[in-house]
């Protein structure tokens, strides 16, 4: 199977571009839009060839975690350039300085919050936004404009929902608890794609616990089987051995089990929120092929700051879907907003903790 990204200003052009390049028979695997301020489309495609190569790049392409920093090294010290500009004048009263600094301290990039700063400044997200209120009233209005946030699974129209991410991430624990939630309204069924007993048992303990059948595959066709069995059920839960990026046969195995759910499938990648932010975009970019639906951020509770859960979705271009609070099963985990992902970036280990401020709950309302 031969695997491309193409890019263009709205879906339509890019999908121009597959049946060009790759002819009517290509299979579209994803559409998301991407960037920050300059928005784009990117969809990839794929098109079967007799001989598949392996999942790995070529030096060429490989990713290169250095070579990324370095880039983002020479754009901070443009857009630091670009914010010396501004602070003198500002547009609240010390200038935007104050700003740059409460973004930073909550976890937020140093490349992301000059960004913000950018946009601001040029007007590019200053609509709604009062130019007298209080500095967290305008980090809620102006980081809340750029959340992204896929449909939780009971609102979307795909049945099944594969887990995977590095080993420790808290993968099997967040299945085990939006497993739970749904299960009490919803035929849910648990299926354990691992290769180690613990994993196994881990998944078939908390599968006892919640009452919810289970089962484990070994390979595809077993996984087809499972699959079969669990005919009746609204939702099928996947879990899935600790990925180790450099693991080739695993990831072409992982590809192989998307492959043959198709468009049935929601993906999350499921990420420890105390991983540094350049660990976690290696790992994203090192997977690939593996196209990812959403970020799952766990361990939320034991965090000292959670940007990284902003600084993430800028970075990879992913929406977010979950967070995991807490060890509870099934309670400790909830469905990411706008306004309460950013009431944790701002009032986290402050005035608030991670079951919410009053200030969240104003926003509810």
């Known amino acids: ?99 740059f600094q409460q973004v930073k301290k909550r976890g937020l990039s140093e490349e992301i919050a000059l960004k913000l700063v950018e946009a601001f400044e040029e007007g590019v997200l200053r ?29 979307t129209n795909k049945r099944a929902v594969l887990f995977l991410g590095p080993t420790g991430s808290g993968k099997t624990a967040s299945l085990a608890k939006l497993a739970g939630q749904l299960s009490k309204n919803f035929r849910v069924g648990i299926i354990s794609l691992c290769d180690s007993s613990y994993g196994i048992l881990s998944l078939k303990y908390y599968a006892d616990q919640l009452q919810l059948p289970f089962s484990t595959a070994q390979n595809t066709s077993e996984l087809k089987k499972c699959i079969e069995s669990y005919h009746d059920k609204d939702f099928i839960f996947i879990d899935t ?13 992982i590809l192989k089990n998307i ?4 468009d049935a499938l929601i993906t999350y990648a499921v990420l420890d929120v105390r991983t540094k932010d350049e660990e976690i975009l290696s790992f994203i970019k090192r997977i690939k ?29 992913k929406p977010l879907s979950y967070i995991g609070t807490g060890r509870s099963v099934p309670e400790d985990l909830e469905i990411i907003t706008p306004y309460r992902l950013i009431d944790l970036i701002i009032n986290l280990r402050g005035e608030g903790d991670v079951k919410g401020s009053e200030k969240i709950q104003q926003y509810r309302r």
């Open 1 to 99: 199977m031969k695997i491309r990204k193409f890019q263009a200003r709205t879906t339509k052009e890019a999908l121009d571009q597959v049946k060009k390049t790759l002819g009517p028979d290509a299979l579209v695997l994803s559409v998301k839009k991407c960037g920050l301020l300059n928005k784009y489309v990117e969809v990839t495609a794929a098109i079967d060839s007799p001989d598949d190569p392996p999942v790995v790049e070529s030096a060429e392409n490989q990713f290169n975690p250095m070579q990324e920093l370095n880039l983002i090294q020479d754009q901070i010290k443009e857009l630091k350039e670009i914010i010396r500009s501004f602070i003198p004048t500002g547009s609240f009263g010390n200038g935007v300085l104050p700003f």
């Open 127 to 155: 609509e709604g936004i009062d130019k007298n209120m209080s500095l967290k009233d305008f980090l809620y209005e102006l980081l809340s404009k750029l959340v992204d946030v896929h449909p939780p699974v009971h609102e």
């Open 241 to 253: 051995p600790g990925l180790n990026p450099n693991d080739d046969l695993l990831k072409r195995a």
């Open 259 to 262: 492959r043959m759910l198709s």
């Open 289 to 317: 092929p593996i196209e990812i639906s959403a970020l799952l951020f766990t361990k939320i509770d034991e965090a000292d700051a959670v940007g990284t859960v902003f600084n993430q979705m800028i970075y990879t271009g």
